[in-house]
């Protein structure tokens, strides 16, 4: 004898999500990207409501608001604008209740600031790996255990990667190199302050993988640069792990590749919960 089976109950309409409400901080390379996208409705469930900019903008397209004006109208920020923004507002943006993405993780790599994001809130914190991959196995791996080594080299054009901090016989030599320099070694600590706008990527390895002192940092200035280029290599009890990439620069801003918005969009998809995202 056959069990009788019991017919499904009808399924009802699961409820719209709501719409997120974007704040951009930052009209440049990568906010124009990333605000034109959201403008024409490439991130459902996502909607630009204001530009955040220190300078006048005329063709932002959406209104341009102060930081404590957008605070009131949206409920996640995008910071498109350096890690000074994120030092200045970070905290102030969860304690208002509403999230942040952070494309300047450069900034995170201060373990005061870090802390204090740990404990802000109710808003939560995410940040995007931008130029670079492999970060989710760098995170997964963790569960195995701690890594042993791990080392990220960064090579780009010399003109990116002059700071004011040089001394007069380092300039020169990235004026007038003809084959690679190394500009500096060091932690994950350390450069990403002595290169704001180059080392984003370096921030990101050590939130992957915990301990920014563990992350040795090379950069490199090559004259042959077309691509910049970063490599990572990875190596615990568990395993060895080796990620390279290159990208084209972004013809306006040199300092950052062309691919960093795009992966500021990913980021936000899966943020506002976009379906088939790779997490």
Known sequence: MTAALTPRPETTARPARPVRRIGLVGWGAIGRVVGTALADGLVPGAELTCVIDNRPLVDAPAPQLSFEDALAVCDLIVEAAGQAVVREWAERVLNSGADLLIASTGALVDPALTGRLRAAGPGRVYFTGGAVG???????????????SVTLTTTK????????????????????????????RGTACDVPVKFPRSTNVAASVALATGDPGLVQVVVVADPAATLTRHVIEAAGPHGTYRFEVAHRPDAANPATSQVVPHAVLRSLGAVVGRAGQIL
């Not at 492999?134 to 042993?148: C, E, H, I, K, S």
């Not at 030599?173 to 003809?178: A, E, P, S, V």
């Open 157 to 184: 054009l010399p003109g990116t990667l002059h700071q004011p901090w040089m001394d007069a016989e380092l300039t020169e030599r990235l004026r007038t190199t003809t084959e690679p320099v190394e500009v500096m």
């Open 134 to 148: 492999g970060l989710d196995l760098l995170q997964a791996v963790r569960g195995l255990g701690p890594l042993t």
